[in-house]
């Protein structure tokens, strides 16, 4: 079947922000007194906020937290990140990712966004790529996280294309596993390629070109 559309995750593809999680989590877990570092923080790409947040409790050793505090928590480390995100510009976006985009399009593939995060859109305008987007399946209208194929489906679903025709590319392998469950076909990057389940390993973006003919 000939490939018709594109889905993209955000973070680890198109934009980094994991630093930003990074300092924002680090800065929860030091006021919780929890032991957190970047390797635990990689075990968050792909994972909605309250799941990481489960994450990082796992070395949280005193009573077990009510939901209502989980929630807190999270929303403040949601606020530190935003400060963070208010950071970023359209060069946070290189050329190489702005171009291939564009060219995909030209090429005549709909672009969707699927990404696990409640503040694509934030960020997509913050570094002014919202247009390079046909559709947006994000945080915001799913109820289930990667691994579960929801985004990438809803993704496909927006964009009135079949799953199998469409490609998701993922940096992480519980989005990888995603795709693979919305019965997509899929391209590994970065980290995920290194999970080898993939249909294609990217070098670099724009190897993208090497398979959307
Ligand atoms: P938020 P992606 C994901 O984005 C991040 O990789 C992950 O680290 C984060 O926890 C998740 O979004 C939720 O983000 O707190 O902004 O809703 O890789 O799916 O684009
Ligand atoms: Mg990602």
């Given at each position: 079947?000939?490939?018709?559309?594109?889905?993209?995750?955000?973070?680890?593809?198109?934009?980094?922000?994991?630093?930003?999680?990074?300092?924002?989590?680090?800065?929860?877990?030091?006021?919780?007194?929890i032991?957190f570092?970047?390797?635990?923080?990689?075990?968050?790409?792909?994972?909605?906020?309250?799941?990481s947040?489960?994450?990082?409790?796992?070395?949280?050793?005193?009573?077990?937290?009510?939901?209502?505090?989980?929630?807190?928590?999270?929303?403040?480390?949601?606020?530190?990140?935003?400060?963070?995100?208010?950071?970023?510009?359209?060069?946070?976006?290189?050329?190489?990712?702005?171009?291939?985009?564009?060219?995909?399009?030209?090429?005549?593939?709909?672009?969707?966004?699927?990404?696990?995060?409640?503040?694509?859109?934030?960020?997509?305008?913050?570094?002014?790529?919202?247009?390079?987007?046909?559709?947006?399946?994000?945080?915001?209208?799913?109820?289930?996280?990667?691994?579960?194929?929801?985004?990438?489906?809803?993704?496909?679903?927006?964009?009135?294309?079949?799953?199998?025709?469409?490609?998701?590319?993922?940096d992480?392998?519980a989005?990888?596993?995603?795709?693979?469950?919305?019965?997509?076909?899929?391209?590994?990057?970065?980290?995920?390629?290194?999970?080898?389940?993939?249909?294609?390993?990217?070098?670099?973006?724009?190897?993208?070109?090497?398979?959307?003919?």
């Amino acid at each position: 079947m000939a490939l018709k559309a594109v889905i993209f995750d955000l973070d680890g593809v198109i934009v980094f922000t994991d630093k930003f999680h990074y300092q924002a989590w680090k800065k929860m877990a030091d006021r919780l007194d929890i032991y957190f570092d970047e390797t635990i923080n990689n075990r968050l790409r792909g994972v909605s906020r309250m799941d990481s947040l489960d994450i990082i409790l796992e070395r949280y050793d005193k009573e077990p937290l009510s939901l209502a505090k989980k929630e807190e928590l999270a929303s403040q480390k949601n606020d530190e990140y935003r400060e963070l995100l208010k950071t970023m510009t359209p060069d946070d976006v290189s050329d190489e990712v702005r171009e291939t985009l564009a060219e995909i399009r030209k090429r005549g593939y709909k672009i969707a966004l699927g990404s696990s995060s409640r503040n694509a859109k934030f960020i997509l305008e913050r570094v002014a790529l919202t247009d390079a987007f046909d559709e947006i399946s994000d945080g915001t209208n799913i109820s289930k996280s990667k691994p579960d194929p929801e985004v990438f489906l809803k993704g496909a679903e927006f964009l009135g294309e079949k799953p199998e025709d469409c490609l998701v590319v993922e940096d992480a392998e519980a989005g990888i596993d995603a795709g693979i469950a919305g019965g997509m076909k899929t391209a590994a990057i970065g980290e995920a390629v290194g999970c080898g389940k993939a249909d294609y390993a990217l070098d670099t973006f724009q190897d993208l070109l090497k398979i959307l003919v």
